[in-house]
């Protein structure tokens, strides 16, 4: 009965089957690994991207509550030294009354940047104040 089964065992019916299968599973270790690397690489460039948008955001905020309350809560060398701002960012903002007869004044404070690619990206944040001195 032992020989039996040892005859079945062995028999060499595919020659190279193993082979072949091996070369499968190589390809397909290799693709999943390329894979992993482009989607680790997509995922990095994306946090890049996430992060330079939540301090642009920052920067507007700061700025846009320094303007409404008139005063420095932070000032630009202060942002600088805490690292939220640095120097690929461009800050603009503009007030504008909307009547002299409404007191009332129009704040809009505006972020550019140019992206890793290159691109170039904005954001604004508008708002305004009452002018309670004329009221």
């Not at 642009?56 to 846009?64: D, K, L």
Request: charge should be neutral; proline fraction near 1%.
């Amino acid at each position: 009965m032992n020989t039996q089964l040892s005859t079945l065992t062995t028999s060499t019916k595919n020659p190279g089957y193993l082979l072949v299968e091996l070369m499968i599973a190589l390809v397909a270790i290799a693709l999943c690994s390329v894979m992993a690397a482009y989607l680790q690489v997509h995922i990095t460039q994306l946090h890049k991207q996430a992060e330079q948008y939540l301090k642009a955001v920052n920067i507007a905020n700061t700025i846009f509550e320094e303007t409404m309350f008139g005063q420095t809560l932070f000032g630009k060398a202060s942002i600088k030294n805490n690292g939220l701002y640095d120097d690929t960012y461009t800050i603009e903002t503009t007030q504008s009354k909307v009547d002299k007869n409404i007191p009332y004044t129009q704040i809009a404070v505006t972020i550019s940047w140019k992206t890793l690619r290159g691109a170039d990206k904005k954001i604004t944040i508008h708002g305004g104040k009452v002018d309670h001195e004329s009221v």
